[in-house]
Structure formats: C-alpha cells, structure tokens
C-alpha cells in the first residue's frame, strides 16, 4: 500500500520549507507511532528527516518536473523505509529477509509514483500557493 505521509511529508518540505515541514513531520510521526503501537520518537525522527531532505531537495532541484518529484518520493520511501526495517530488526529481533523486504518496498515505491503520478498538477498548484502563502515573495528591493 502507498505511504502517503512519505509523499506528504515531501511535500510539505519542498514547497512550505524546513522549519513547518519538521513540525509538521514530527506530529505526524508522533501521531502514526501512538496509534500503531510502536516506540515514540522513531517515526517523528525519520519522518523530519524526510521533511529536511524536501527542503534540501528544493534549493537543488527543480520541483517543476514530474520525473524529478517521483525520483524525489523514491529516494524519501527508501530511506524511512530501510531505516524502519533496520530499527524494527534491531529493537525487537528476528532475522532479516532482505527478500521480501526488497518486494515490499519496490511495490511502496510503485503505489507512491503512482499517486505522484495521479496527482502531480493539484500537488503543484497547492504547493505553489502554500508556498506563497507561508514563504512569501522575498524580493530585494534595493536592487531594483
């Protein structure tokens, strides 16, 4: 199934920026953990993250392309997801199967670039307009 938090997580990193995408990254994680019963803090740390590198990402990259948002949520999905796996095999033990996992997440990674896909033209112009609202026009007007 699709991680959407990954992809709005992203999102809220690349177009509204660091500072609002970790809060925000941090509720939603704190929210996912107490209602799936895992350890606190985990998912808030990997979810902020993720919000961090949205922002790294939008100083970098154009988020006017299609194929750079889906290179983008791939790269997101990979990271919380190993990270996820990595920590769940440490904290409670068990033997990993690289094997299934791999399969898990390749089909993550294909459920969430089919949503990008679906959903790109109304995440730009949401984004566009949220990043106006909370960025602002930062125009140096000495120079003009």
């Known amino acids: ?11 809220i990193g690349l177009f509204i920026g660091n500072k609002t995408g970790a809060i925000f ?3 939603f ?3 996912i953990d107490l209602n799936l019963g895992k350890t606190i803090g ?3 740390v990997l979810l902020a993250i993720i919000g961090l ?10 988020k006017d392309s299609r194929v750079t948002i889906i290179v983008m949520s ?3 999905t990979i990271i919380y997801e190993v990270f996820t796996y990595a920590i769940n095999i440490f904290q409670y033990g ?12 390749l089909v993550e990674i294909l459920f969430n670039t089919m949503l990008i896909i679906i959903f790109y033209p109304l995440m730009k112009k949401l984004g566009y307009y949220l990043e106006e609202q909370y960025k602002g026009k930062k125009i ?3 120079y003009f």
């Open 94 to 105: 068990g033997v990993p199967e690289i094997l299934t996992f791999t399969l898990t997440l």
């Open 1 to 11: 199934m699709p991680n959407l938090i990954i992809v709005l997580t992203l999102f």
């Open 42 to 44: 985990i998912t808030s």
């Open 53 to 62: 590198l949205g922002e790294y990402m939008d100083k970098n990259f154009s």
């Open 74 to 76: 791939a790269v997101s």
């Open 25 to 27: 990254s941090i509720i």
């Open 140 to 142: 140096l007007t000495r």
């Open 29 to 31: 994680g704190i929210i």
